[in-house]
Structures are given as C-alpha cells and as structure tokens.
C-alpha cells in the first residue's frame, strides 16, 4: 500500500529544482495509488568515470527516495551513450571514450551505486540492449524526430554556436538517445542534473510522439565542490567520493564554505529540514554545525560509530595538534639521496603528495609542509632523514619516511 500522495510529495520534491510537471506527477503517483501499480523512475548514468562522489549521488539518492516509497528504481548504464559524450554543462566537445573503458568504469558504478540503492528491487539495464540492435536507417528516422532550430534552445549549443566553439553533429545525437531510453523502458519520472533538463524534456517529446503518456521531468541541483567554486568534480580536486575513507570524508567536508553548509545539509544527508533548521539556527555556533554535518555526510555512506571516530581523529589531529593513530610508512632508497641528503621537494614527490617537483614547491611555498610539526618555507631545502621523521603535507596527508638501506 503506498503512502498518501501529500506524503510522497513532500520526500521526493525535498531538494529539486525542475519539475516539469507537478500536476502531472500528482496525478502519476494518484493513479499509481489507486492502481496498486508503482511508478517506473528512471535515471540513466554514464559511467565515464571510474568513482563516483557526493555530487553525482544526489540524483541517485533522489532514486532511492522514489524506492523507498515502494516504486520501481530503473537505473540505466549508459554504455552507449557515455561514448558519444554528453554536451550537458561544457563549452567544447568532449573526448570519446572507448567502449572497454566504459564496461570498465560500469563495473565500479554498480558496487558504488549499490551503497544507495536496495539493488536486489532495482532493475539495471544498459541501454546498448537496444541501440546495438539500430539500423543506420532506423537512426536516421530517430534523427528525424528533431529539428535543429530544437537542438539550439539548448543553452550550452547556442553559447557555443555564438561563441564560434564547433559542435560535432554526433553531439545532437545524444539527448535522442536518452530520450530513446525512456521509451524502452517505459519510464513515468526521469530523473537528471538541471543541466540534464533539455534531454529530460527530449524524452517526453518522443514518448508523445509514440503514443505514450509522458514523463515527468525531475532536476535536482548541482553541488558545488568544497572550495566553494566550481560545480565538484574530481579533476578539479574540489570533491568528497563516496568510497573514501570516513576520516578523509570528515576532513574534507570540514572545508565546506559556511554559505554552502545548508546546500550540503539538504542535498548530501539524510537529516530532516527541522534538524537542519536548529543546526543552522542563529544562536548555534558555525563550527558546530559543521561538525555535524561531516558526521552526517560520513554517515551517510558508512556508519555512525566511524562518523563519531573520524570527528574524534579530527580534533586530535587538528584542534588537540596530535598525529593520527595510523601513519603510512614510506621507505626511501638511499640511492635517492646526495651525501646524506634530500630535497624537500623530492621528498613530497616520492612519498606520492606530489607529481611533479615544480608542484611540490609550490606546496612548500604556500606553507602547507612541515616535518615533526616544524613548518618548512624553503623549497630549495636539502635536509638529512633521521629515525621517524613525520612529513605533513596540507591537513591531512602524513607519511613516516624510513631509509631503505637496500
């Protein structure tokens, strides 16, 4: 039996921005309700990256409410679409990425995916079921479903096309194919990024053109990362991944900007508003509930008790200025050193805090390394290694460097 309709309402519109339409996803869950017959909800993933992070989750923990409220969760591996590249949100076209790269990457996806969602009630489909079946004339007649005065009311096209950015014809070929996906599966909600919006609306286009009823489109926001800047990702480093460890998870998400803190709360934990509300309550000291947010976004993807020790590690380490129980040993050749002696630069690239020496004296000149608590500001430092030397690079990294006679 599934919940009054109002009830549903308030757990799946909780952070969304687009709902493409309200009325009609009213009337979806009335009828599902009636019916006995829970909604089809899809959200399509293409995996072009091997690990997934706390931004990219929302849509997928967005899945699990819909799930949790007794519908059907369809989540579609891209593996076809993630090689033509999705436009969505970029200024150039993007690298196609081979198909075993693709099936690589899926296999991560899954487990990952499986920290959110009940995967034995979730049904996982890869869209190449269908479109390694196409004929070359069965996707001209899927490109004749759209005009190109269409495809330009898509934001990221018309910048581009003014801006003199070229835009390859496969790329137009890329909202079809999610839209394509809708009608395989029968979706009744899509779910997506709200730079996900056009492709969403794309699918109810071609499910009307079918003959079926159409999806509700469902965008939720996208996170910036923890530097407050840009959208997180992580090429630019700016991310918290779901399969980090919770001490690291605790860290970083102790760098969120106080003017993110209520975006993280609702789009990344499971607490309530009214919880979110008193934590973030004037009188409630800013630190505080920052603590409780990392501790609900470390729960979030492990457990409570490692939420409670990774706040303990991190006052030790930060706010007590003690080091953390476990230290990674990092044994250095002797062969590396000159007269007894290393650069500090060198040593930050071999304990693997750095790729490249330009890199790591930039670390040392921004201040962020120090060995035994004693803060290094000279790049060009050729220092001897004595017996359990403590390199610190940045807030969190630490490594126990050892001589390897051998």
């Known amino acids: 039996m599934f919940r009054d309709v109002d009830e549903q309402l308030e757990t799946i519109l909780r952070g969304t921005v687009d709902v493409v339409s309200k009325e009609e996803l009213s009337k979806k869950l009335k009828t599902s309700q009636k019916e006995n017959r829970p909604l089809r909800v899809k959200l399509g993933l293409d995996p072009t990256a091997p690990d997934i992070h706390i931004g990219n989750a929302i849509p997928i923990h967005k899945l699990h409410a819909f799930q949790s ?11 076809y679409t993630a090689t033509v590249g999705d436009p969505s949100g970029v200024n150039k076209t993007r690298p196609m990425i081979t198909y075993e790269k693709v099936l690589e990457n899926a296999s991560t996806y899954l487990s990952q995916a499986g920290k959110i969602l009940d995967m034995k009630r979730t049904e996982v489909i890869y869209n190449s079921e269908w479109f390694k079946k196409m ?18 009311e898509r934001d990221d096209f018309t910048k581009r096309y003014n801006a003199g950015i070229p835009i390859s014809v496969h790329e137009f070929i890329y909202p079809l194919m999610q839209g394509y996906d809708s009608i395989m599966v029968k979706s009744d909600v899509e779910l997506g990024g709200t730079d996900q919006l056009f492709s969403l609306l794309v699918g109810r286009d071609l499910q009307r053109d079918a003959g079926v009823e159409p999806q509700v489109a469902l965008t939720t926001p996208l996170l910036e990362g923890i530097d407050g800047n840009k959208k997180m990702s992580k090429s630019l480093g700016n991310y918290i991944g779901i399969t980090e460890s919770p001490t690291e998870m605790f860290g970083k998400a102790m760098s969120i900007p106080d003017n993110l803190m209520r975006k993280y709360f609702e789009l990344a934990t499971d607490l309530s508003i009214d919880d979110i509300n008193q934590l973030l309550d004037v009188h409630t000291h800013p630190r505080a509930a920052k603590v409780a947010l990392a501790k609900a976004i470390v729960q979030r993807y492990h457990t409570s008790n490692e939420a409670e020790a990774a706040a303990e590690e991190f006052d030790r380490i930060f706010k007590e200025r003690e080091l953390p129980d476990k230290i990674p040993d990092v044994e250095i050749p002797g062969s590396e050193l000159t007269g007894g002696r290393i650069w500090i630069a060198k040593l930050i690239v071999l304990c693997g805090f750095a790729v490249t020496n330009s890199e ?6 921004q201040g962020g390394v120090s060995i035994n608590n004693d803060s290094i500001d000279d790049p060009t430092l050729n220092m001897e290694i004595k017996p359990d030397m403590i390199l610190k690079v940045g807030k969190r990294r630490f490594a126990r460097i050892l001589l390897k006679n051998k």
């Open 69 to 79: 409220l007794g519908h059907t969760a369809i989540l579609i591996i891209g593996d």
């Open 135 to 152: 004929t070359f004339h069965e996707v001209i007649r899927l490109a004749a479903k759209m005009t190109v005065a269409r495809m330009m």
């Open 360 to 365: 790591a004296r930039r670390l040392v000149q």
